[in-house]
C-alpha cells in the first residue's frame, strides 16, 4: 500500500479517525503513516498491516480485530470501536470504504504516470489468464495480481491496495454474480487493456441465463475509451458483438483466421500444451506450455495479446508463457503418479465448458495402455439448466470413451444417469454418495497406468478428494 498517513486514510475513507487513550500512550498520533497490506482476513495479517472487520454471511470480522491487532496490525477499519490499542477509523461500511480506498490508492499512482491496468473478465479461465499474463509483466516491471480468485467486491479493491508508487501493471481479475459488479470494479480501476474470455454458463443461475451473462461481461468493454484496447476472443459470437458495444480498440483473439493474435499446431500431451503463437506484427514462435488441457491455449492468446498492446516483446511473453507450468492450486494440476497412477486434480470449479474441456483432455492425453477415469461432481449454480447440462456431460463421458466414471454427490446424479442411458455401459459408471465412499471404491479399482480426472465445482469439496487420491498414489 501507498505511505499514507492516519488522517489521509480517514479523510479518503470518509471515516472517524479514533485513537483511544492506550493508541496514544503507545505514540499513534493522526500524522502516523500506515502503509502494509490491507486484509479481511486477521490470519493473513502481520507486522505494519491493516485489517478491514467485514461483515459476512457466517460471521462478523469484528470478531477477530483482537487477533488482527495481536498479529501486528497498526491500523483497523471498523464500524463500530473496538477496545484495541491501536489507530481505528470508524465507517458506515466496511466494503463500501475498501472500495472507496481502493479507487482513491488506483487515482493516486496513476497519476504518477507509469501505471497500466487490465481487466479480465469471462465465464472461464479468469485465473489461468491472470497467472499468465502476471509472469510475462512482472519480467518488464513492477506488477501487482490476486491471489487465487480474487475477483469480487472485496477481493479487487484488496488487490489494487497493494499498489505501490513503482507499480507498473496492475492486472485485475473482474468477476461477477449479478449485473453491475463488473461495472463498479472498472469504476475502481479502469482497465487501459480489457480482456473478454467467453461466455459461458457458469453461474448462469445467478445471472438468469446465458444472455443475461452476456450482458454482463459487456460490462468489461462499454466504458473503455478510444485510447483503451478490447482484446475479444472473435471464436466467441457473444464476445465477438461485443465490438459494437465499446469505443475502444479492438484487438481479436482465437484460433480462426479472423484472429490477430492466433495459435496454429496445437499439441497437447500429458507434459502440455505445445503450439506456435502469431502476433498482428508477423512476428511468431513457437511455445512449450506446461499447462495442461488445449482449452487453456485461448487464455494463453489473451494473455499474449493484452501483453503485446503494452508493448512486452515476442521473445518475453512466451518465456512468461512457458515458465507457467500449472493454471493455479487446482486447476488441471497434475499429481500423484509415484505407483504409476496419475491424479489430474481440476476441481477447483467447474461449469459445463470447463467440465467438457477437462473431460476432452483427458481423452486426448492418456497413451493407449492407459485407463482413463473421470471422478466428477456437481456444477453448481446453474439454476434452471442443472439438469440438462449434467445430462449432457454424462453423455459426452461416454462418447469420449473415458472407460470408468464415478459421480459423486446427490446434486450430480443426473449425470449419472445420463451416462448409463447412453451406449452400451454396463457397470462403467458407478455413483457415491459422498467424497469418502468415492475414495474407498476408487482405491479398490485402481490400477497402474490409471490417469484420473477429479472434476467438480468448488462447493463440491472433491479438491479434497483429489489431493487425497494423489497423496495415495505419490
Known amino acids: 500500500m501507498l505511505e499514507l498517513t492516519l488522517t489521509d486514510v480517514a479523510d479518503i475513507l470518509g471515516g472517524r479517525l479514533v485513537l483511544t487513550g492506550s ?9 502516523s503513516v500506515v502503509s502494509g497490506t490491507v486484509d479481511t482476513d486477521s490470519r493473513l495479517i502481520g507486522p505494519g498491516d491493516v485489517f478491514v472487520a467485514k461483515r459476512g454471511e457466517a460471521d462478523d470480522g469484528h470478531r477477530f480485530v483482537p487477533n488482527a491487532v495481536e498479529a501486528g496490525a497498526t491500523l483497523v477499519i471498523v464500524e463500530h470501536e473496538s477496545d484495541v490499542a491501536v489507530p481505528q477509523i470508524v465507517v ?10 481502493a479507487t482513491e490508492v488506483v487515482r493516486r499512482v496513476r497519476a504518477r504516470g507509469r501505471l497500466k491496468i487490465v481487466g479480465i473478465t469471462g465465464s472461464n479461465g479468469k485465473t489461468t489468464t491472470k497467472n499468465l499474463l502476471r509472469s510475462i509483466l512482472e519480467r518488464v516491471g513492477e506488477t501487482v495480481a490476486p491471489r487465487d480468485s480474487f475477483n469480487n467486491e472485496v477481493g479487487a479493491p484488496l488487490t489494487m491496495l497493494k499498489l505501490t508508487d513503482d507499480t507498473r501493471y496492475l492486472v485485475a481479475e473482474m468477476g461477477a454474480s449479478g449485473r453491475g459488479e463488473i461495472t463498479r470494479l472498472i469504476r475502481m480501476a479502469k482497465p487501459d487493456v480489457g480482456v473478454v474470455l467467453m461466455v459461458g454458463l457458469a453461474h448462469a443461475g445467478e445471472f ?11 460490462e468489461m468493454v462499454k466504458d473503455l475509451e478510444p485510447g483503451d484496447v478490447a482484446v475479444l476472443n472473435v471464436d466467441d459470437p457473444r464476445v465477438a458483438s461485443m465490438a459494437e458495444k465499446t469505443a475502444a480498440r479492438v484487438r481479436w483473439f482465437g484460433l480462426g483466421d479472423r484472429a490477430e493474435v492466433r495459435a496454429t499446431d496445437i499439441e497437447a500431451t500429458a507434459l502440455g500444451t505445445g503450439f506456435t503463437l502469431h502476433l498482428p506484427d508477423g512476428s511468431s514462435a513457437p511455445v512449450r506450455f506446461g499447462v495442461l488441457g488445449e482449452h487453456h491455449v485461448m487464455n494463453a492468446l489473451a494473455a499474449a495479446a493484452s501483453a503485446h498492446e503494452l508493448g512486452v516483446p515476442l521473445e518475453v511473453i512466451v518465456a512468461g508463457l512457458e515458465s507457467v507450468t500449472r493454471a493455479e492450486r487446482w486447476r488441471m494440476e497434475v ?6 497412477v496419475v491424479v489430474i486434480n481440476d476441481a477447483y470449479n467447474a461449469s459445463p465448458d470447463s467440465m467438457a474441456s477437462a473431460l476432452k483432455t483427458l481423452a486426448q492425453i492418456a497413451r493407449p495402455d492407459q485407463r482413463t477415469i473421470a471422478v466428477l461432481g456437481e456444477m453448481s449454480e446453474l439454476g434452471p439448466y442443472a439438469v440438462e447440462e449434467h445430462d449432457r456431460i454424462g453423455r459426452l463421458v461416454v462418447r469420449l470413451n473415458i472407460e470408468r466414471l464415478y459421480v459423486v454427490g446427490e446434486g450430480a446424479r443426473a449425470l ?8 452400451s455401459w454396463d457397470g462403467e459408471a458407478v455413483f457415491a454418495a459422498t467424497a469418502d465412499e468415492a475414495f474407498d471404491l476408487i482405491q479398490a479399482d485402481a490400477r497402474e497406468g490409471d490417469v484420473i480426472l477429479v472434476k467438480s465445482s468448488n462447493s463440491a469439496g472433491l479438491r479434497f478428494l483429489g489431493d487425497r487420491l494423489a497423496e495415495a498414489h505419490s
Do not use: R, Y
Open 335 to 340: 499429481m500423484g503418479g509415484g505407483d504409476g
Open 416 to 423: 449419472h444417469l445420463a451416462a448409463n442411458h447412453e451406449g
Open 23 to 31: 493508541a496514544a500512550e503507545a505514540g499513534w498520533t493522526p500524522d
Open 208 to 218: 438468469g441465463g446465458i444472455e443475461a451473462t452476456q450482458i454482463t461481461k459487456t
Open 92 to 101: 458506515a461500511d466496511s466494503v463500501d470504504a475498501l472500495g472507496v480506498f
